[in-house]
């Protein structure tokens, strides 16, 4: 009967949605690597999705308490994880990100990480048992997530690290920052931000001036946000249709799978199939949030608003680079961008707000 009524709580209209996206998403990856050395992406990615909701069903069936009192060793692994990754991850684009796994797989720890950060800050806040947090607890909380942020910066991968910020940001705000604190962080982070300029690497140097004037450069640095915007505009109100995208076809588009997939997206479905998906997105969240609404604790609120967060985040951020409004960053499109670890590991979020959904049933 546990069984059953596992099943029947689960939040099917967030799942509804969630598959939905990866059906489009798989179409245009699809679409977007046909006939080149990628072809073989779409039932890979169909193969990531079948593991994800095995993985989803695993995390709803583990009291996410349980998984609380478990955040030291979690973490503990995690950056054991972060630390070995470039010395015996796979040099990519530049970067040490990967774990090879064999046959083609690959594992990437920093996706899985963003669970670990979401569970750790529930836990320190709901401990707090206050309303109000204190100047020691932002610099404990921030030092936490903090050592993650620059083992996974150092790989290096910027992007992904700065995915760590939205669910610590989340959960200070909604732990009791106060105003004060806020303005002296914001403050801080104006000050900071000329310095860190010499702490980028040049090809993240490059990608911020390709930003304020992608023309500067339009056949090197500037020619993904160039070719994603033609991308964009060619596409219409209706699209040209799956496969008879030019942009995409022809490959003047790079990364269409991955990075770039909502240029394709928009080249292919038009200004209406961006709508359906920004919808749809719109009503993942929003159902997630009706989920931290109905939490039974503090602690369940936390962990599904730091999801909803780091979702959100995602999206603006990869939907804004592809219309050159925001940088040029490897973050991908959630449930619908071509990878494994991504996929995986927003399957496992979705699980846990799941997980807390449950929960409303036990007494």
């Known amino acids: 009967m546990a069984g059953y009524r596992s099943i029947r709580g689960l939040d099917w209209p967030l799942l509804a949605i969630a598959l939905i996206l990866c059906a489009l998403g798989i179409l245009q990856i699809y679409s977007a690597t046909l006939d080149t050395a990628w072809r073989a992406a779409w039932w890979k990615q169909s193969v990531y999705l079948c593991v994800g909701l095995l993985a989803m069903w695993i995390m709803t069936q583990v009291d996410y308490h349980t998984l609380l009192g478990q955040v030291p060793i979690l973490y503990g692994v995690s950056l054991v994880l972060l630390v070995i990754t470039p010395l015996v991850g796979r040099l990519v684009w530049g970067s040490k990100r990967w774990i090879p796994l064999g046959y083609g797989f690959k594992f990437q720890p920093s996706e899985f990480v963003k669970l670990v950060i979401v569970l750790l800050v529930a836990r320190y806040l709901t401990e707090l048992k206050s309303d109000r947090l204190e ?5 404990k909380l921030g030092a936490l997530v903090g050592v993650p942020f620059a083992l996974v910066y150092a790989q290096p991968d910027l992007g992904t690290s700065l995915t760590y910020m939205p669910i610590l940001l989340i959960g200070l705000f909604l732990g009791g920052m106060r105003w004060q604190h806020a303005v002296a962080v914001l403050a801080l982070v104006a000050v900071l931000m000329p310095v860190g300029w010499f702490f980028l690497k040049d090809y993240q140097k490059a990608r911020l001036e390709t930003f304020i ?11 993904q946000v160039i070719q994603s915007k033609i991308a964009v505009g060619a596409g219409g109100v209706w699209g040209r249709g799956v ?24 080249e292919e479905h038009g200004f209406v199939g961006i709508l359906v998906v920004l919808g749809l997105y719109f009503l993942l969240l929003m159902q997630i949030v009706q989920n931290a609404q109905a939490a039974p604790d ?6 599904c608003m730091g999801v909803c967060s780091l979702l959100l985040f995602h999206l603006l951020i990869n939907a804004g680079m592809a219309v050159g409004r925001m940088p040029v960053t490897g973050i991908p499109l959630p449930l619908m ?22 929960r409303r049933f036990v007494s």
């Open 243 to 266: 496969t008879h995208g030019s942009q995409t076809q022809l490959r003047f588009l790079p990364v269409a799978h991955t990075d770039f997939l909502v240029s394709a997206l928009a």
């Open 337 to 358: 961008s071509y990878g494994g670890s991504s996929m995986l590991s927003v399957f496992m979020m979705l699980g846990l707000v799941n997980n807390v959904r449950l």
């Open 135 to 139: 100047i020691r607890d932002l610099l």
């Open 213 to 223: 004037d992608p023309m500067k450069d339009p056949t090197g640095k500037g020619y």
């Open 298 to 303: 503090r602690a369940g609120m936390f962990i």
